[in-house]
């Protein structure tokens, strides 16, 4: 897969949203323009907490899509302004190496709940 043009510079101070009570679900889309990603492509979220929390993505066609149910996302867990980052890791394919790549950098945001 060309990486040209898709830009794999992180995007920095990027927060990522969670709220007690709700389950988190995000997705990520390639642009329109660009194609799948390759089979076997990988995606993780990792919350730097005192014992790493990682979630791992579904990849399926453009879409990088990351669940995670309520009772793993509270404060207590996960509190407000711990950092993360977001990869992706694109398989080999010859003659090009496994490449992972940073997506997002940030920090936890807890937002309230909606009543």
Same mark, same amino acid.
């Given at each position: 897969?060309?990486?040209?043009?898709?830009?794999?510079?992180?995007?920095?101070?990027?927060?990522?949203?969670?709220?007690?009570?709700?389950?988190?679900?995000?997705?990520?889309?390639?642009?329109?323009?660009?194609?799948?990603?390759?089979?076997?492509t990988t995606a993780k979220?990792?919350?730097?907490?005192?014992?790493?929390? $990682?979630?791992? !993505?579904?990849?399926?066609?453009? =879409? &990088?899509?990351?669940?995670?149910?309520?009772? +793993?996302?509270?404060?207590?867990?996960?509190?407000?302004?711990?950092?993360?980052?977001?990869?992706? $890791?694109?398989? !080999?394919?010859?003659?090009?190496? =496994? &490449?992972?790549?940073?997506?997002?950098?940030? +920090?936890?945001?807890?937002?309230?709940?909606?009543?």
């Amino acid at each position: 897969m060309s990486c040209d043009g898709f830009g794999w510079e992180p995007i920095e101070d990027e927060p990522l949203r969670l709220t007690d009570g709700q389950d988190f679900y995000e997705v990520i889309q390639l642009p329109r323009n660009t194609g799948n990603w390759p089979a076997l492509t990988t995606a993780k979220i990792v919350i730097a907490t005192t014992a790493p929390i $990682t979630w791992d !993505a579904t990849v399926a066609g453009r =879409e &990088l899509r990351f669940y995670a149910a309520k009772a +793993a996302v509270t404060a207590a867990l996960i509190p407000h302004g711990t950092p993360y980052e977001m990869f992706v $890791t694109i398989p !080999a394919e010859s003659p090009t190496p =496994e &490449l992972t790549y940073k997506l997002y950098r940030g +920090a936890i945001r807890r937002t309230p709940v909606r009543g």
